[in-house]
């Protein structure tokens, strides 16, 4: 069956056929050449850098992809960075034995605090002191862990040095040997423990700890 269609309209811009009888209608929109569309433009203009710029807000760490580390707008801020590098952990310019004394002091101080406040004994006038001693011990097991991973760990002496691109040798960390990590975990041990005896002090003398 034919349909004869009358044309209506005709523009630069778009052109519509009206079919007789009742034949459904077609109508095609076609943007002229000579006259682009700013709008559009500016719109896909505006998409296209948002998504450009998203792009770039997590990417590999120094552009190389097979460090296999990102780098984000919270690893990579001034503040963090100074933070991290401003811990025990990683202030390589400070001896192990000192860096492992901080460490435990900081844990051996809080670890006394859930055995004191949630422990069995927590509703008994000893429960201070069952803290304290139940920190103590932990801070023990941990030396221990320490050691068992110490021995293990770092059995044989690295022969291969760390260089950079341009060729300079990178000192490694004290730590990362076996008689650096002996003394971080001497120095763990006793912060560890000074750090509880610290704590079941304050107790003792501040009301507000009891």
């Given at each position: 069956?034919?349909?004869?269609?009358?044309?209506i309209?005709?523009?630069?811009?778009?052109?519509?056929?009206?079919?007789?009888?009742?034949?459904?209608?077609?109508?095609?929109?076609?943007?002229?050449l000579?006259?682009?569309?700013?709008?559009?433009?500016?719109?896909?203009?505006?998409?296209?850098?948002?998504s450009?710029?998203?792009?770039?807000v997590?990417?590999?760490?120094?552009?190389?992809?097979?460090?296999?580390?990102?780098?984000t707008?919270?690893?990579?801020?001034?503040?963090?960075?100074?933070?991290?590098?401003?811990?025990?952990?990683?202030?390589?310019?400070?001896?192990?034995?000192?860096?492992?004394?901080?460490?435990g002091?900081?844990?051996?101080?809080?670890?006394?605090?859930?055995?004191?406040?949630?422990?069995?004994?927590?509703?008994?006038e000893?429960?201070?002191?069952?803290?304290?001693?139940?920190?103590?011990?932990?801070?023990?097991?941990?030396?221990?862990c320490?050691?068992?991973?110490?021995?293990?760990?770092?059995?044989?002496?690295e022969?291969?040095?760390?260089?950079t691109?341009?060729?300079?040798?990178?000192?490694?960390?004290?730590?990362?040997?076996?008689?650096g990590?002996?003394?971080?975990?001497?120095?763990?041990?006793?912060g560890?423990?000074?750090?509880?005896?610290?704590?079941?002090?304050?107790?003792?003398?501040?009301?507000?700890y009891?």
């Amino acid at each position: 069956m034919k349909h004869a269609s009358r044309k209506i309209a005709a523009s630069h811009d778009a052109t519509a056929y009206v079919p007789n009888d009742h034949s459904p209608t077609y109508t095609s929109h076609i943007p002229s050449l000579s006259q682009p569309n700013s709008a559009t433009q500016k719109a896909s203009f505006a998409v296209r850098a948002a998504s450009d710029e998203q792009a770039q807000v997590i990417k590999p760490i120094n552009g190389d992809p097979f460090i296999g580390m990102l780098e984000t707008p919270v690893t990579s801020a001034p503040i963090v960075a100074n933070f991290l590098s401003n811990l025990p952990a990683y202030r390589t310019g400070v001896s192990p034995l000192t860096r492992g004394v901080e460490v435990g002091l900081a844990h051996g101080f809080f670890l006394t605090g859930p055995f004191i406040k949630l422990g069995p004994l927590r509703a008994t006038e000893s429960a201070e002191i069952a803290g304290c001693l139940s920190g103590a011990g932990l801070v023990l097991i941990l030396t221990a862990c320490l050691s068992i991973y110490g021995a293990t760990a770092f059995q044989t002496e690295e022969v291969i040095g760390v260089k950079t691109l341009s060729g300079r040798d990178v000192n490694r960390d004290p730590v990362q040997s076996s008689d650096g990590w002996a003394k971080f975990t001497s120095g763990w041990l006793v912060g560890g423990l000074s750090g509880v005896a610290w704590s079941y002090f304050l107790t003792q003398v501040l009301p507000y700890y009891s």
